[in-house]
């Protein structure tokens, strides 16, 4: 329904759930560093520029993450993490051993109206075949779930994508179905698997 004025009903009109999480619940909390067994998640920092632009290079990478990245890019890019941090629309830390960037792994997606986030991760290739990307996701979630209290967290990739579909399940994000023709690549759209995990479920016993 409309007013005159053109604005929705809705506009005026509060929802009646909600919100799951209260506003400022992220923006309060000191970005922690999260140790996955031998694995290390610590917010990004400017020494980690010439591994991202690396990475970025590399086919896999930029096949399922349908970009590339310069060194002002990457630049820009591990700056941009503390600003969503703040705004509470994501958060990312970098998957390192020692002094050693192995792979990214964060929240490109957040709600916390909903509860809920979007996970994305990769992995390097000198460190894949070592489940990284599976240790660090139980990490994640289990801190998201615990420290922030979401309800419920995504993973989406291409159904072209087996090695991801792969860590999803053995984090214990269950497979939900197929969204048909989501995810735009360079070579078209693809189809994307939906996993997800919510706050409640057993946590997986094989990491």
């Not at 290079?57 to 970009?67: F, L, N």
Request: with cysteine; hydrophobic share 40%.
């Amino acid at each position: 329904m409309q007013d005159d004025d053109g604005a929705t009903h809705n506009d005026f009109v509060p929802p009646l759930a909600g919100p799951d999480i209260a506003p400022g619940s992220l923006a309060r909390l000191h970005q922690p560093t999260l140790i996955a067994d031998r694995l290390v998640l610590r917010p990004w920092q400017s020494s980690d520029v010439p591994a991202l632009v690396e990475a970025y290079a590399e086919p896999r990478i930029q096949r399922w993450h349908v970009r590339t990245m310069t060194d002002e890019e990457a630049h820009e890019w591990v700056d941009s993490w503390s600003r969503r941090w703040t705004a509470e629309t994501g958060c990312g830390w970098a998957i390192a051993d020692g002094s050693h960037l192995l792979g990214q792994i964060g929240l490109r997606r957040l709600n916390l109206w909903d509860g809920v986030g979007e996970v994305s991760y990769w992995v390097a290739p000198a460190a894949r075949g070592r489940r990284v990307a599976t240790r660090a996701l139980c990490t994640l979630s289990t801190w998201v779930f615990g420290e922030l209290q979401l309800h419920r967290l995504e993973v989406a990739h291409s159904t072209l994508n087996p090695a991801s579909c792969r860590v999803a399940l053995n984090a214990g994000y269950q497979l939900e179905g197929t969204k048909r023709g989501a995810g735009l690549h360079n070579d078209g759209w693809h189809d994307m698997h939906l996993h997800a995990r919510l706050a409640d479920d057993e946590p997986p016993s094989n990491t």
